[in-house]
């Protein structure tokens, strides 16, 4: 018989942070340790949900009430069940990391919007300047390499710094294109950048995925929307005349790029380069990421 236990609902407590807690509370370190896994404080919440409502009418959760709950994480999700190896739940969850991030490696197209001068630039290259991307293009076609295209301290993104900050850098190509915040690239910049994409082909011996910042960070509070007034498919062009197979290329599409990342979107690894359906948060994220 599962065991129950009394809990106080605090201020700003959700079904899911309060999932966590049960969860939390296992004598099984590897339940504990699920408590980063969202699907599974997902589901659990859900669960959790659906037995108040049923138990009580009209529920609604506010802060300082009692509730009756069950102790055991698997009550909330039976496969837990005791009788689950820790081992097998362990192989499980580092098959599905593993599943989350086997396809981190994309060529990221940024801009500046700004027109920062040469000797700036030349000055991030001398700095060895770190977390600002791998390299820059002026407008004239010149590129400001300040390090070498798999090099982990080239990263730029939100993504690069939050939940696989680890796995991702140095394997995300960050170009940044330089021009002012209501400019587009200049024909010089799109010849530039299309030689950079192959000159990545000879180091992670593929062709790499092609993707916007705007794509790689849709979902992070206080992701970036660049490159703005970006023409992807003027620079497939540009590259297809290099003898780049791009038809065979997984990429951003003008269409889906074009759409604006809202708060309701919800980050997801890998990007969605193609089409125009968001993955969303849920009432509570949503809350949570203060987006009302």
Request: glycine share 6%; net charge positive; with cysteine.
């Amino acid at each position: 018989m599962t065991t129950l236990f009394k809990y106080t609902v605090k201020s700003g407590d959700g079904y899911l942070s309060i999932a966590k807690h049960i969860f939390s509370q296992s004598s099984r370190s590897y339940i504990q340790g699920l408590t980063k896994r969202y699907d599974l404080m997902k589901e659990a919440a859900t669960k959790i949900e659906t037995d108040l409502k049923q138990q009580y009418f009209n529920f609604k959760l506010s802060a300082g009430q009692i509730l009756q709950l069950k102790s055991d994480p698997s009550y909330y999700i039976p496969r837990l069940s005791l009788t689950t190896s820790n081992s097998s739940l362990t192989n499980k969850a580092k098959q599905k990391a593993k599943t989350t991030i086997q396809n981190d490696e994309y060529f990221v197209i940024h801009s500046t919007d700004a027109n920062i001068k040469d000797d700036k630039l030349n000055k991030f290259v001398s700095d060895k300047k770190t977390g600002g991307g791998h390299a820059y293009v002026n407008k004239q076609g010149t590129v400001y390499k300040i390090w070498e295209y798999n090099d982990a301290n080239g990263w730029a993104t939100r993504s690069e710094r939050s939940e696989y900050k680890a796995d991702l850098r140095g394997k995300l190509v960050n170009i940044e294109l330089v021009y002012g915040k209501s400019e587009s690239p200049t024909e010089a910049q799109y010849q530039a950048l299309a030689d950079i994409y192959i000159e990545t082909k000879n180091i992670f011996k593929k062709w790499l995925p092609i993707a916007a910042h705007r794509e790689i960070d849709r979902g992070i509070p206080g992701g970036h929307s660049d490159p703005k007034g970006f023409d992807f498919d003027h620079f497939y062009t540009v590259l297809k005349t290099k003898k780049v197979p791009i038809e065979t290329i997984n990429k951003q599409s003008q269409i889906r790029f074009n759409q604006a990342p809202w708060c309701e979107h919800k980050w997801a690894w890998p990007p969605v380069l193609t089409g125009t359906t968001f993955l969303k948060v849920t009432d509570e994220e949503f809350v949570t990421k203060g987006c009302n």
